[in-house]
């Protein structure tokens, strides 16, 4: 269960990501499955996690039920700039890029629209060195202990 996920991963912060795509079959347009997410988040301290998805409608539907809900809108293209001004406006904390599309200039300008940048999915060591040394938020990889390791952690 998703109570269960965030205690094994204390006191890790953690990325809670909603699925919705339109072209899958269990594709729910209410988003009725929100709501219980917004359920367990509650129970738990918000520094803890941010809410993501690709599906810019559903973090809109977030953000109305709880407006201090942090959030970060799911990017395929990081460098396309008109992404960050729109997640700054939409009140996201920060955007989750694909690795390959951040540039510093992006992690830079972000972080002055208020955004964190949180880049997916990085088992490459030089480029998490560098992802680091531009002081991205957080590098989601599948190998946490690796990436420590090539951030000399």
């Given at each position: ?26 594709y729910d ?63 996201h904390t ?60």
């Amino acid at each position: 269960t998703l109570t269960e996920a965030l205690a094994a991963c204390a006191p890790l912060e953690v990325n809670v990501e909603i699925k919705s795509d339109p072209n899958e079959p269990d594709y729910d347009p209410s988003f009725s499955i929100i709501e219980p997410v917004l359920e367990v988040l509650h129970r738990e301290p918000r520094e803890r996690f941010e809410v993501s998805s690709f599906d810019a409608e559903l973090m809109a539907r977030v953000r109305e039920l709880d407006p201090e809900m942090p959030t970060a809108q799911l990017v395929l293209n990081g460098l396309d700039q008109a992404t960050w001004t729109a997640a700054a406006e939409a009140g996201h904390t920060s955007i989750n890029p694909h690795w390959m599309t951040v540039d510093e200039n992006l992690v830079t300008t972000c972080r002055e629209l208020g955004l964190g940048v949180n880049v997916w999915t990085c088992d490459d060591p030089e480029a998490i060195r560098r992802l680091a040394n531009w002081q991205v938020k957080s590098i989601i990889a599948n190998n946490p202990a690796e990436a420590r390791k090539a951030m000399g952690a």
